[in-house]
């Protein structure tokens, strides 16, 4: 792989972030990640042999403005909460300034929680993080 120096790197202007068939404008960021259980397999000695690898898992967290949340939650049956909405795909694109497109697609998400935070003094606009459960992500997907 060539690295190319003294580029336009990502910026977050060059992320957007798909779900429920719409990009999401009142969105302060986004974090995920998948990892596996990898446990060493010891046999004669102090030194591992070899190793196992199991279990995948992925997860991360979502965080939007309390006006997104609440255009959310107005769309649902009354009653409904957000960690009842069946799970859904989240699509993260990231675009260089080529246009070259990389594209993430977090398959199987369920929001986790729900809630509000401020406090005296805020003078930005509210947002909450709201963690996902994530049943798999496709990383740089065509």
């Not at 046999?43 to 609440?70: F, N």
Request: aromatic share 8%; glycine share 10%; hydrophobic share 35%.
């Amino acid at each position: 792989m060539e690295v190319s120096i003294n580029k336009k790197r990502y910026s977050w202007a060059d992320i957007r972030v798909h779900v429920f068939g719409r990009t999401l404008e009142a969105i302060t960021g986004i974090n995920y990640e998948d990892r596996e259980n990898i446990d060493p397999v010891y046999g004669r000695g102090k030194k591992p042999v070899g190793y196992t690898q199991t279990q995948y898992m992925a997860d991360g967290s979502i965080t939007l403005l309390i006006d997104e949340i609440v255009g959310i939650q107005k769309a649902l049956p009354p009653g409904m909460k957000l960690q009842d909405i069946p799970a859904f795909d989240i699509t993260v694109a990231y675009e260089d300034e080529s246009g070259l497109i990389v594209t993430d697609r977090l398959r199987g998400c369920k929001f986790k929680n729900n809630g509000r935070t401020s406090g005296a003094g805020d003078t930005g606009a509210v947002d909450k993080e709201i963690e996902l459960f994530i049943l798999e992500i496709n990383f740089n997907v065509a």
